[in-house]
């Protein structure tokens, strides 16, 4: 098997970070947010409801150890403890294994409460993109779930869906939304409904002559209907924003822009980690419920 | 707020919507199920929240078929769940 | 009187020439990046074998996916075209006349059918562009497990334990069963809940159209020894696999030519 060699196409950077200019002294609460998803798992930390810091790193065979990893990771040259931490919120598609939190939430709402974090009290559509899974959640101006879509059964319009061509193509992750946007002109979408009969086209185009530019364009094209046709379903009210992993592919974001007629808000900060962000938030509220403070 | 559960892949959309402000909790569709597609959780969307209807997780990816012995090609299409329901929570996308 | 029948799948394409009710060739091939030149070669080399010529065949009916890629095209030429369902109808009627529901499992495509009296379809329901639904799923799984798709069946019948098939798609299911294999799950089991999955998925839509005895399953995974058990399980009730059962359409193909083609 060469999975050696393929390895390498579908890699991203795992990272931590600290705020500059914060200090967790004086803080009141403070609180952490675990996301652990099915490909990549996020530890956001907050201080009374601001980012402090945050780490992502990918989701290994045991989702417990994986939890704590990314948590220490997240604190590491901050001089806070596990133990510092006054409440400690779970969500994403591993969410019942994280075993230090006090609670655990549905990735929806947390997607949701990070969204706007991340992009402002004006956010209404969140599409998430994940490794596994492509949601579309509906909210209101204080990021309460309205509505919600959730589609982790089918690789197509997933994070998976892209490793799987970045394999075929043998072009890195990360370079595949410049690859595919590299054209002159829009050729026609291949099959969106299905990764496995995209690939078969896909390989047929390359095999006719396509250049890797113009098949990267057209499953990328095929990617972003599928997606409109997802977020459809909900609808879509301004302000449109993206989180998770692949909202970083400008090749996705800008087609889905595009059918949509709705540019998306950019973000200020990484949206791979709305949903540990919106877990943080969550746990910031409970613990001050906690001290009876609301 | 509405939830939708279910998938859409290259057969189609396959939707069971449920309005959870419309819900009461009931459970009626729950028992009315022969498949045991559905199940009454806690709603955890919001702080505060009461019970909901909700499609059980190991039946959200394969609700087509899970679904599949209410919906004949041919002949009446009575879906238990849709005709039990009071305050017409639930509805399907096929 | 001698008639053609071509099943253009999604992978394999498949040729039956019948005189005057008896098969006397048939042949299958891959389908190729050129589809109809692979109907064509195959019909030929077919045809070839059997001592005839385009000449000798009084009518050609084509059916499956790829079936316009022959219609009135030459060297194939077929006069018509019919749908897989009703190929599947006719000739599973033919190869068992008691026949009330086919099941056809092809590599890209499931489908349900309801026959009546006659072999007449009186319902139908299809699994399409899914390969999870289809025979690429087990054929995908045995890349994941790295054995030949052949020794799927044999080892799923070795299983000595059920787990559940979480994924229902194929590129997740390549996941899961990575991972189950470095739960130092044996193939034997993992094969055999592949099976599972697919029969169970196969088995639902069949509901859609009611199991009426008797039932009949074609198509190339109708081969699959490990394909038949979780699926009369799914359905309760004995099926039956015709000889030859990835051909029934083609054949199906080749008696419909007969019945009009005067």
Redesign the interface.
């Known amino acids: 098997?060469t999975e050696v060699k393929t390895v390498e196409y579908w890699r991203w950077p795992e990272y931590r970070h600290t705020i500059p200019g914060k200090d967790w002294h004086n803080a009141k609460s403070i609180t952490a947010g675990v996301d652990i998803g099915s490909v990549g798992s996020k530890a956001a930390v907050m201080l009374d409801g601001e980012l402090y810091a945050f780490a992502i790193t990918r989701t290994g065979?045991v989702s417990e150890a994986t939890a704590v990893k990314v948590t220490n990771w997240a604190l590491e040259g901050t001089g806070l403890q596990m133990a510092n931490i006054n409440y400690v919120v779970g969500t994403g598609y591993g969410r019942v294994n994280v075993p230090f939190a006090k609670k655990t939430i549905t990735e929806i709402a947390c997607h949701a409460r990070g969204a706007h974090y991340i992009y402002g009290p004006t956010v209404r559509t969140v599409l998430d993109i994940g490794g596994?899974d492509c949601k579309a959640i509906r909210c209101d101006e204080k990021g309460k779930v309205l509505s919600f879509l959730m589609n982790d059964?089918?690789?197509a319009g997933t994070g998976?869906?892209l490793e799987?061509f970045a394999d075929l193509i043998r072009v890195p992750m990360l370079e595949l939304d410049k690859v595919s946007l590299n054209v002159e002109q829009e050729p026609p979408p291949v099959?969106n409904?299905?990764?496995?009969?995209a690939k078969a086209e896909s390989l047929?185009l390359l095999?006719q002559g396509w250049s890797k530019e113009k098949v990267a364009a057209a499953y990328h094209a095929a990617m972003a209907d599928r997606i409109v046709d997802l977020l459809t379903r909900v609808g879509v009210e301004k302000d449109f924003v993206a989180t998770g992993g692949v909202a970083k592919n400008a090749g996705i974001i800008l087609r889905v822009e595009r059918l949509l007629g709705i540019k998306a808000l950019k973000p200020r900060i990484d949206p791979i980690t709305a949903g540990a962000i919106g877990a943080a938030l969550f746990a910031q509220a409970l613990h001050e419920k906690e001290l009876g403070l609301r | 707020m509405l939830a939708h559960y279910g998938y859409k892949?290259?057969?189609g959309d396959y939707f069971i919507i449920i309005d959870t402000d419309k819900c009461n909790g009931c459970g009626k569709c729950v028992e009315a199920c022969p498949h045991q597609v559905l199940e009454i959780v806690l709603n955890d969307y919001d702080i505060e929240g009461g019970n909901m209807a909700s499609v059980r997780e190991?039946q959200r990816?394969?609700i087509?078929?899970?679904c599949?012995?209410c919906?004949?090609?041919?002949g009446e299409r009575k879906m238990p769940c849709i005709l039990v329901c009071e305050p017409k929570a639930i509805t399907h996308s096929w | 009187m001698i008639t053609a029948g071509v099943d253009i799948g999604a992978k394999i394409v498949k040729v039956v020439i019948l005189d005057n009710g008896k098969v006397i060739g048939r042949g299958k091939a891959l389908v190729g990046?050129d589809v109809g030149k692979s109907a064509s070669d195959l019909f030929e080399t077919v045809l070839k074998n059997a001592s005839l010529s385009r000449n000798n065949v009084k009518k050609v009916v084509a059916t499956g996916t790829g079936r316009e890629s022959v219609h009135n095209k030459p060297p194939v030429n077929a006069e018509e075209v019919v749908s897989e369902v009703v190929a599947d109808a006719v000739g599973a009627f033919y190869l068992v006349p008691t026949v009330r529901t086919v099941i056809d499992v092809g590599a890209?495509e499931g489908r349900g059918v309801?026959v009546g009296e006659g072999g007449k379809v009186?319902?139908?329901?299809i699994?399409?562009?899914?390969?999870?639904?289809a025979g690429?799923f087990i054929e995908?799984m045995a890349r994941a497990l790295?054995v030949k798709v052949e020794e799927m069946g044999p080892l799923s019948l070795k299983s000595t334990q059920t787990i559940p098939m979480?994924?229902?798609?194929?590129?997740?299911a390549e996941?899961e069963v990575v991972?189950l294999i470095?739960s130092k799950v044996s193939k034997e089991d993992i094969s055999k809940a592949i099976h599972d999955a697919i029969a169970?998925?196969i088995g639902?839509?069949v509901?859609?159209?009611?199991v009426e005895k008797d039932v009949v399953l074609i198509g190339g995974p109708a081969l699959n020894p490990g394909f038949l058990p979780p699926l009369k399980r799914e359905l309760n009730t004995d099926i039956i696999v015709p000889e030859y059962p990835e051909y029934v359409s083609a054949l199906g193909a080749a008696i419909i030519a007969a019945k009009d083609g005067v």
């Open positions: 098997m065979g596994q059964k089918c690789a998976r869906g799987v099959s409904t299905c990764v496995i009969f047929a095999r | 892949d290259g057969s190991e990816k394969k087509k078929y899970a599949a012995p919906k004949p090609v041919s | 990046f890209e309801k009186k319902d139908f329901v699994n399409e562009r899914c390969a999870a639904g690429t995908t790295e979480n994924a229902q798609c194929c590129v997740f996941s991972t470095h169970s998925r639902s839509m509901l859609r159209v009611g």
